[in-house]
């Protein structure tokens, strides 16, 4: 089975960008879809971003569609997350998931990935 670890968090003022990345390691990383998620403080967990296997389909939650970028380099094992014009509603703990999938899509629904993160935490500053 596959372990991903996120780092990249950290604090910065709105409007501003960060790289979130996330390592894979256990296994075959294109044998899997990926996901970003992310939980505000008090909040429920919330689908963010996510990307097939090959790096072909993607898709946005319309709170960050425009602003946020997902990617992956398969030969690197790694899964990234561009966020550019970041407002202080992104301020969350970010966490990266993987499903089994050799699929044209990705899920953006919390159930359907079976392997998380422990998470970085992204603080916006107004």
């Known amino acids: 089975q596959v372990q991903v670890a996120e780092s990249g968090g950290g604090l910065v003022q709105a409007g501003e960008s960060l790289r979130l990345s996330c390592t894979a390691s256990?296994?075959?990383?294109?044998?899997?879809?990926m996901g970003w998620f992310r939980q505000p403080p008090g909040k429920e967990r919330e689908g963010v971003s996510c990307?097939?296997?090959?790096?072909?389909?993607?898709s946005y939650a319309d709170t960050v569609k425009g602003r946020f970028t997902i990617s992956r380099d398969n030969a690197k094992d790694t899964l990234y997350l561009d966020m550019n014009s970041l407002k202080p509603e992104d301020t969350a703990m970010y966490y990266c998931?993987?499903?089994?999938?050799?699929?044209?899509?990705?899920?953006?629904?919390?159930?359907?990935?079976?392997?998380w993160g422990q998470g970085t935490q992204v603080t916006v500053s107004s």
């Open positions: 256990g296994s075959t990383f294109d044998d899997y879809a």
């Open positions: 990307i097939n296997w090959s790096g072909t389909r993607t």
């Open positions: 998931a993987a499903t089994p999938s050799n699929g044209l899509g990705c899920p953006m629904i919390l159930e359907e990935y079976d392997y």
